[in-house]
């Protein structure tokens, strides 16, 4: 009883299945009358020993956990024993007891870590004898190895759930047409670029993209045509501009770059710059699939960071990109 209250203890505060594992066959090591005690994963279809045992013992933990079929990924119960019947011993199990230094029909025994999902582990002993063997052991064995699949269940469940949560984080932070990084996502860039800039004395600018004659293009050739010409712009931007540069799309038409420079160069040198590689991702021929459109340009209004909160910045570059706007209108 003191075995399998530390088992169920060990399994339910173990964070990782391995070395819950380990410990419990660390602790049926110590129990008469199991001589061999073989811990085991199952990864990409295949066993892997937890220690280093010889070969014969991996073939053993292959035999035994064939001879249980199905039931292996089963609970066990007083239908689905862990110690394996005379019928289900096969002449592989028993030369590699043989191996072991145990007469070849003695009692074999596999614990199992189970998820609906199959097997993920487990834990075959092996005894040269029946003899001390009692009905208490039976049940012994069935505790221990239930605590082992609830343990792998609710790692399997909680790896499901931290994947999906990542996933749905992820898809938070995305905009689902180009796949650039959104609003939100841009937000938090800004807030840790300003933090970092203004320890190394960097500089930040933003630049705010609004693409000219986009509704035309919905227009003319519709809206496919248009969520097309979007996600073609974003990989062109993202081919164009530097790898460490921030692309964001904030609208339907919308779009904003951030990105650093050092703090010895001209802040006119380098908005010219910026904006001279976003019109060349920008402007040109862009083969749809459906169509080619021959895009003219966007307004682009490129501000530096002089200190102030992120909304204001943003709100700068915005009227800096209506600016260029109302030029290129000619108004």
């Given amino acids: 009883m003191a075995l399998v209250a530390e088992v169920g203890r060990l399994c ?4 990782a299945l391995r070395p819950a594992l380990n410990q419990t066959a660390s602790l049926l090591a110590s129990m008469p009358p199991w001589q061999q005690v073989i811990a085991f994963e ?3 279809g295949g066993y892997y020993l937890t220690q280093d045992a010889g070969p014969s013992s991996k073939v053993l933990v292959e035999a035994v956990t064939l001879a249980f079929g199905d039931a292996v990924s089963r609970l066990h119960d007083e239908h689905n024993q862990p110690l394996l019947s005379t019928s289900q011993m ?3 199990i ?5 191996q072991h230094g145990l007469t070849p029909d003695g009692p074999t025994a596999l614990l199992t870590a189970a998820t609906l999902s199959g097997l993920e582990a487990g834990i075959v002993l092996l005894a040269d004898s029946g003899e001390n063997l009692e009905r208490r052991d039976d049940q012994m064995l069935i505790n221990c190895s239930n605590f082992l699949s609830m343990l792998a269940d609710r790692l399997f469940h909680q790896g499901v759930l931290e994947a999906r949560n990542q996933y749905l984080d992820i898809q938070a932070s995305k905009d689902p047409l180009t796949g650039l990084p959104n609003r939100r996502s841009l937000n938090d860039t800004l807030e840790r670029t300003m933090a970092s800039v203004s320890r190394s004395g960097e500089q930040l600018f933003v630049a705010f993209i609004d693409l000219d004659g986009f509704k035309k293009i919905n227009d003319l050739h519709g809206h496919e045509a248009g969520d097309l ?5 974003a990989k062109r931007l993202q ?7 921030m692309i964001a799309r904030v609208g339907g038409d919308e779009f904003v770059v951030v990105t650093t420079a050092g703090r010895g160069r001209a802040s006119d040198d380098i908005a010219r710059n910026l904006t001279d590689r976003i019109d060349q991702a920008i402007i040109g021929e862009h083969d749809l699939g459906i169509i080619r459109i021959d895009y003219p340009g966007a307004s682009i209004g490129v501000v530096g960071w002089q200190g102030e909160g992120m909304t204001e910045l943003l709100n700068r570059a915005d009227k800096a990109m209506y600016a260029i706007k ?3 209108r000619g108004l």
């Fill in 90 to 92: 096969t002449d592989t």
């Fill in 42 to 44: 199952c990864r990409d």
């Fill in 239 to 245: 081919n164009q501009l530097r790898s460490d540069d």
């Fill in 326 to 328: 109302q030029k290129r």
């Fill in 94 to 98: 028993r030369q590699a007891r043989v």
């Fill in 12 to 15: 339910l505060d173990a964070r």
């Fill in 229 to 233: 010409f979007l996600i073609s712009l």
